[in-house]
């Protein structure tokens, strides 16, 4: 018998509102038990002082508290990413599986299939740098088993929810950790992250000494990793496509090179709903998932940006409206996972996009 | 003989670095007495505290004063439009004639045409009234002539550069005024212009008694207004096609209907350059002038937006950025001039686009 | 035998950090149902978008949701004020009844009072209108009726929270509302607030027609109002003297004539520490109770401030910070409850200032 | 024959407004030639991208030209501070010599005495290390000795403009900088000029191994440093007290150990006016010049402040905000240079003050 994924995508009326969730849950079209992963896009400025992500937090688990025993809700990875600069649209996806007993039709093709795994605590000198990786490495190797996909080559998109460093985190640590700078420890938690995905992936070898942070040609093209002040350990959810898995659902990837890579985005499109035209494939699109940040030197194809010179909006909000606007316009929908700060996804100043859609 | 128009875009360091244009002018590829008028995007916050403009036009006056009489330097075009949000590039945009005798080719197309006019200065108790809407009304029919464009129908786009209300202002109207409040002034300001042309082009026949700033179903689609606190008369630059003009420089424009309006600008790309692929027309292209707002409605296709409710972020600098992302990505380049505040310029939420390009 | 009064001051090291008030419920410093109020300073930016309030009240509803009835835990104040702009430091003010019997001496001084109120449900045509005033009015008078204190004379300082306009709330009364503007209806709202408070202290006679929201000679020098989206009905709390409480705690009030008052602040302390040098009376004092505002005319005793024309930075965030300043040098701490939009709550540009301490 | 000094503060209406300089030079109350210095509190966000700064620079130097030789106007330190938060206004202050001859009364007291003096350009790679402060402490030396000061301890106040790093300037010094990032360089070129006063100045011995930007107990007492784009030499400004000049002005000094060191300031105004009461001394006080920061531990005596936290505001417009206010409360003012950024310029979290006053 085949496993199924569902996807589902529901508005937010404010960061508190799970309104539409209940309401699904309630219709019977969501089982909690079966929730793998929860992300949102919340609006509040997504960097330190982003409380609507917390405020999201919250509202979930007060709604799914009844529903799941504490360590199976305590274990479930709700990635809230802030910022709906620009046009973008507040939103829930839910990756659940249906439950529905499938047979597998003997040419049926692989479909869309996930899993998430837990690292360990981290220890505050271990964040942002080679141990994180390494750590987020095996949880990705884990995931792929418990989604029973082949292998690293059927993964498209690797979800990695981190920890970061706070005052009291470096104190822990008696000064022994990679920055003693919250928001720089965001970065590089990220970065480490993205890196234990790329190892994972194969997509690098090794770790060179101090690569983190700094070697930005070491990229994965598959991870999206967000760093949150509330949790210790990482949480990895890894989509990709097996055999052991059935129903409509299928995932794609590519690389924005820059910030305007409208034609990786297009590709992308292509392959999702062939020579359909603009806009035109968006009813079948069930989630957008996109990186974006700041190219680090300042300009895009030779034309300066002001991203990292303006002290009154921080780089990642400029970069999460203005890539917003490019996919928006591409795809026909605002209802868009755009998430900032994209070290070591994707190149400098471009990142990952991955869709999910129906065949 | 003809006249042949020149749009030259040249890049800015900084808000008061004129070099290139400095360059263009002692390289004889621009003469400063045939300047009709110069844009910029200038990386401020492009709202009332916004002095990146104030800063570039006293940068530009100072390179031009040795060239010109200070009359003809006063009565020239200078608009600047503040906010390069998201990956978009701090430019200029300067409008020359080449001063080339060219003949009159028998079965030469009209080609693009361009010329200026002032009104009066208008009294605070007309800012954001019927009265500024007549007044720009009248100087666009005379910057028409001047431009020896045939009628109202070979206009693609018209700038105007407007004042607002200060306090000193409201005072000196006793109080007779369109509002109190400088930031809602600028967007009465800028809608009372956008109806002035949509009158002067027979887009509206007539004005209702207080449609502006609220009967948003009135609208210009070729009308783009800005509002400054440095001037008290509108200066008005008209771009069209005209017979009596040569060169390979066309103009087109089109309608966002509303932020996400893809299709729109790439059926505009598609007149450009019938059947070239996404990006490709970008060589061909000059210049991209276009406006961006959020809707007052607080959706996009009936999603959400928060633009409206962030008290950190303004919702033009959103919406600048959004937008931009999305021509961007279609053009494939960031130096475009995207000007927030659409009010009665396209519909709630949309905004006219204008592309100038060689054919 | 004598209620008595105590008022306890926590610190908060995020917005849902209760860890302090969890703490003394253990200890047994603080009886839940003996909760009369709660007042938190929390570090959103104190606008429309700021999800720390929501977070605040979550969170503190989680922590006293065991020991209260839903309907009583419905009913308690929970006023949560946004923004800590400069030195302020977020944290909590519980005001509670010590619930200890203790006999009434005969020569006791009248002791700190206090007891809430709600006014039923606003319908969203009411709100900012004088029908609010009216039913502020009396709750306040309700609420100085169960504090026992013997008159409006005796009262020293009315916090109010009261209902904003949203856009399904103009919908829902067609509207026929006060502003379609969310922003402005906050405004709104905390002024029809202030004056229903200044009419049942007698501090006004009559409201005048229009005089909401315009007529900012009319004041109250003891309401501090503020406006939340959570709620459709007014929160009153009432603090003042009473013969039937006992214990150390007092309460005293001044009103800040503009943004730099600090001898009305002065005066106040000496009422508190007569003799006391600068910042000698802070062991003493219990809570600092202050609104701040950008005077409307732009100018602080003659000189401009920037506040109202800053695009990037709320004039309640500048005000708050500003006035925490000259409070916390004053005072010499920097947990004060200093809260923005002081409308008819003390004269344009300066706001009410009330110290709770002991004797 | 004694030299006497005048310190003229004017008001600003916008930060090109030079208007109340141009007629007090018209006035003979200032004499151009006689300007030694010229500090301005600006409008903007005092951070990368605030564009009042250049505004006004390029605004003075128009009105100051046709009267200065080119070589003197661009030897004379324009020093801009951006950031007027709070109720801070705007405002210029000119330091100019009379030029009145006058006796030498022999038991005169030594008055307010002042000089200028520039380094050489720095090369990129000295910017933010000990080359940076040699060459500050040894400009400080030629102004005290131009200024006629007899020594260290007769100066109250330096004031230094100092340059930054670039991404051009980067490039140029192939690497070997301080550090790659642009808003860091400015606070390591103010620390190390800081550092350079002190040691001009007897208040450190010897710079130890990276000191500079790490160890924050090595500070100057006098040191007011702002880092500026626009220059790539260090302006120097002394103000001390000397026998060679007469007077009634005179300078007094404070170090403020937190954000809300009342007392040092009270102190100081005690210095001005002994046994004056609150505010009271504000008409004899011609400026006050102190700086303002975030602590960097996260408190301002054990209670937590936010400032460092907040991603939409940077933590130098919080402090000023901040401390401008306190200011205000105790001086009775708010024509106040308070300037942001104060490493290494009084302890962590404190800065320096002085008041120039009429004796
Ligand atoms: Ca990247
Ligand atoms: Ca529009
Ligand atoms: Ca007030
Ligand atoms: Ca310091």
Same mark, same amino acid.
């Given at each position: 018998m085949a496993r199924q994924a569902e996807v589902t995508r529901l508005p937010m009326a @404010? /960061? !508190?509102?799970v309104s539409a969730i209940a309401a699904a849950i309630h219709a019977g079209r969501i089982a909690p038990d079966r929730i793998v992963a929860v992300l949102a896009k919340t609006e509040g400025n997504g960097c330190v002082n982003d409380f609507s992500r917390g405020l999201s937090v919250m509202a979930l688990r007060a709604l799914l508290a009844p529903f799941l025993p504490a360590d199976r809700l305590d274990a479930l990875p709700l990635v809230m990413s802030g910022g709906t600069e620009g046009g973008l649209s507040p939103h829930w996806i839910l990756f659940h599986e249906t439950g529905a007993e499938a047979e597998? @039709? /003997?040419d049926a093709p692989p479909a869309l299939a996930m899993a998430s795994a837990l690292t360990r605590p981290l220890h505050p000198s271990e964040i942002g740098r080679p141990a994180q990786a390494e750590l987020v490495r095996d949880a990705v190797a884990r995931a792929i088993a418990r989604a029973e996909i082949a292998g690293p080559e059927d993964v498209h998109y690797v979800q990695v929810k981190c920890p970061l460093l706070t005052a009291a985190r470096v104190a822990e640590a008696k000064g022994d950790v990679a920055t003693d700078n919250m928001l720089k420890s965001m970065g590089l938690s990220r970065g480490a992250s993205a890196l234990g995905v790329a190892l994972a992936l194969n997509e690098v070898d090794t770790l060179p000494h101090r690569a983190i942070g700094h070697d930005l040609a070491l990229w994965s093209a598959r991870a999206s990793c967000s760093a949150g002040i509330e949790l210790t350990q990482c949480e990895v959810v890894v989509l990709g496509h097996s055999a052991a898995w059935t129903g409509p659902l299928r995932i794609a990837h590519a690389v924005m090179? !820059? @910030?305007? !890579?409208a034609p990786a985005v297009a590709g992308l499109l292509e392959t999702v709903a062939p020579g359909a035209g603009l806009q035109q494939a968006a009813p079948r699109i069930r989630a957008v998932l996109a990186k974006a940040e700041a190219s680090s030197f300042g300009a895009i194809r030779g034309a300066r940006h002001t991203m990292l010179d303006d002290s009154d909006i921080s780089s990642t909000r400029h970069a999460r409206g203005f890539v917003g606007g490019l996919l928006a316009g591409l795809v026909g929908r605002t209802e868009l996972f755009v998430s900032g700060g994209a070290e070591h996804q994707g190149p400098d100043g471009g990142g990952p996009v991955a869709l999910i859609y129906e065949s």
């Open positions: @404010a /960061p !508190d509102d597998h @039709a /003997p090179q !820059d @910030a305007i !890579d």
